[in-house]
């Protein structure tokens, strides 16, 4: 070959070399772009930007600070221990149950908003790290989709690690928990964790709708968390309407694991009366007695009921309404402001509940409601006085006797 050849092989040598580097840096050069713009993505941003927040700047000075606020609170359950009254005896058992030395399970029965989720907000409380530094308390909402066993397991495990966490006070660094975790990896660190001395409280609200989520496994579901019991130092407080029937066709059902049965009912006298009369007194417009007796006259002893009543004869008077106008209207008015509360109420019950509630209203005979009416006397749905039955509240009552007579012109 000439030079000249020589020159020409080279030079085409070296465009070649050069356009597959060019290409090789482009594609480079795309990837990179790519990842970069993954980890700008909006999701990365936000992930974790929080962190670095910031308190709130404090308030001017207390003296300036008019309190618009309700002392009262009528739907929402109750996180501020301050307002939260009365069920000494329930929430005793369940202190005796959970922090005993052998850990026992318990279920909460309760109508609706009869403070179910009220009273694990208030469990919550008494177990405090200050009195309790052992226990782990771990609430898990019935709100959150559970889609599969594994998402529950990671649920639990996410809720309990980062409360474990802050029980260690910055000494334990809790990875990052999937969307799914194994059973075996709950179970491990569940293990891990009792056999150093934690203990571990699990309050399942609305037990009922994790039965019936059709998107876990069901029995293998629930015997996998039945088997956490002899290995773990823990306690299940489970919520919900109604006692929960599981069949258990390969262990004894999950169920079974329960000790005590504890009820919502009405509140005592006393409690009802304290709730009705501290939160206003304190927020400076006190009811008198006779405020006080038409709103245990009208809503009975459940306290969302009286909350309700509560909140409609404050409302008034901080507007400057006087005593008996506020009085006159809260007869007028309370019973179409609960209206749709009964409603749900009534339509979950049962038929026979039903029948029997129709029938004590009428003035029936109802002997043979017996068993009945002992099961919705422990709901607060009848009360038992001077060894009568009766209906708690007038506006309850009221209520029924419309239903009964809408119910018999139908049957005719
Ligand atoms: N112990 C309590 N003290 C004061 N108010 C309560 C208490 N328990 C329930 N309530 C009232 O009932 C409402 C519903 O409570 P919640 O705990 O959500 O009931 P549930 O979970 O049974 O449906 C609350 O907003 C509050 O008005
Ligand atoms: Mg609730």
Known sequence: MTSSDWIALLTSFA??????????????????????????????????WSTGLLKPPPPVSDDEIID??????????????KLFYGRKEQLASAMRCITGTNMASIFILGARKSGKTSSFYYLNHLLNPDNYPQVIPVILHSQIPI???KNFYAYMYREASAILASRCKGNLQVP????????????????????????FVFMVDEFESLVNNKLLSGEGFFASLRSLVPQVEISWVLSSYRTVYMPGTLTSPFVNVVQDYLYLGPLL????RLLISEPAARAGHPF?????????????????????????????????RGRQETRNQLNATFRLDIGPYLETQL??????EREALFDLVLQKDVTKHKITLNSLERYGLVEM?????????RSWEDYLYRKAKESMAAAD
């Open 147 to 149: 889609s599969s066993d």
């Open 176 to 199: 990052e928990i999937p969307r799914e975790v194994e059973f075996d990896t709950l179970s491990t660190f569940l293990r891990q964790a009792s056999s150093k001395g934690w203990r």
């Open 347 to 352: 339509s979950r019950l049962l038929p026979e």
């Open 15 to 48: 465009a070649i070399i050069t356009a597959v580097g060019g290409i090789w840096y482009q594609q480079h050069r795309i990837s990179l772009e790519r990842m970069e713009h993954k980890e700008k993505s909006p999701e990365k941003t936000l992930h974790g």
């Open 385 to 393: 006085k001077q060894d009568q039955y009766c209906l708690p509240g």
């Open 288 to 320: 008198d007695s006779e405020d006080v007796e038409l709103i245990l006259d009208l809503a009975g002893r459940m306290p969302f009921l009286i909350q309700k009543a509560c909140l409609s004869m404050y409302t008034s008077r901080r507007a400057g």
């Open 269 to 272: 006298d006393w409690d009802a």
């Open 68 to 81: 618009v606020s309700l002392p009262y609170q009528a739907g929402a359950p109750i996180r501020n221990p």
